[in-house]
């Protein structure tokens, strides 16, 4: 592929680079060091707000942390002397529409189903990015090999699925849960082909990761108001997973990612993507204790497979 999304950020094709006079070298032992820790820090983050659920629901919690990042990124944009371009604001809206639905549909699935499932889930959202500009650039078609990957991952999807109908106990939650957190691999892929394929495949990085966290804050924060997950217990811990989330995951990652991607190249960088849902699942087993079925595992490492496949130069 010749783009490369990860949780919060822009997909970034290598055209743009180009034409912001970015010259992209091989991998080395630091990148690669780099890479390992951002994967880890974007499987942790839904284990995260899973943790901490009970005292702040999800989806205020993203809603802060977009507004905290926001923030930050706007003042970061003012000392570089960075502008918005008016021309680019309706793709941004379009962008930061389709970003808080993903994180919306993300707060809903925690509270249904695991942790492991959602960072599984929402992670396929390489395929929908794959399906989408195959229809839409003809560069991007689709050659056999990615046709089946694809096929090879939602075959995997369909098998993850049948934890969730076997641990539903009658009343759907974790099935309903598992379905939330693919759709929000759908909105994340949305996401990446609404840049790709509109005035923000030009726009500098920081223009298009400030429009999604925009969205993400204004969108969620009254929604959380309004669906009455309005909870946030103002406790130690809480602070510290707020703050890893927002000046972390949301803000610093970014930042890194977008450095990484001006000094190595994106199809290199992206042999570490299927490593964020592997990060996501270990690490929900050992931190939130989760148990997870043998047709879980097997179709997730079906998912994995798959994604590897469409994302493979």
Request: glycine letters at 10%.
């Amino acid at each position: 592929m010749k783009y490369l999304a990860h949780p919060g950020a822009a997909a970034f094709p290598a055209a743009v680079a180009r034409s912001h006079g970015i010259t992209a070298g091989p991998l080395d032992a630091r990148a690669g060091s780099i890479m390992l820790l951002l994967c880890l820090l974007w499987g942790l983050q839904q284990v995260s707000l899973k943790s901490v659920a009970g005292q702040v629901s999800p989806m205020l919690m993203v809603a802060l942390r977009s507004g905290i990042a926001l923030v930050l990124l706007a003042g970061l944009m003012r000392w570089r002397g960075e502008a918005l371009d008016r021309r680019r604001w309706l793709a941004g809206a379009g962008a930061g529409l389709l970003f808080s639905m993903e994180y919306l549909l993300v707060a809903l699935a925690l509270q249904l189903t695991l942790a492991a499932h959602v960072v599984v889930f929402l992670y396929t959202s390489p395929l929908f990015t794959a399906l989408g500009l195959h229809w839409l650039l003809p560069a991007e078609r689709l050659d056999r090999r990615r046709w089946a990957g694809i096929v090879l991952a939602f075959g995997g999807i369909a098998l993850a699925f049948l934890d969730g109908m076997n641990s539903a106990a009658g009343e759907g939650r974790a099935l309903l849960g598992d379905l939330l957190a693919v759709m929000a691999g759908l909105a994340m892929g949305a996401t990446t082909v609404t840049i790709r394929c509109s005035q923000l495949a030009s726009a500098p990085a920081t223009e298009t990761l400030l429009y999604q966290l925009l969205g993400a804050f204004v969108l969620l924060l009254p929604g959380a108001w309004f669906t009455g997950q309005w909870q946030f217990e103002p406790t130690a811990v809480v602070w510290a997973h707020l703050g890893f989330q927002s000046l972390v995951v949301s803000f610093a990652s970014f930042l890194t990612w977008c450095w990484l991607l001006r000094r190595y190249l994106a199809s290199r960088l992206g042999a570490f993507a299927f490593l964020t849902p592997l990060f996501g699942v270990v690490l929900g087993v050992w931190l939130l204790g989760e148990t997870l079925a043998p047709s879980f595992m097997l179709g997730s490492m079906l998912v994995l497979a798959g994604i590897a496949l469409v994302g493979r130069s």
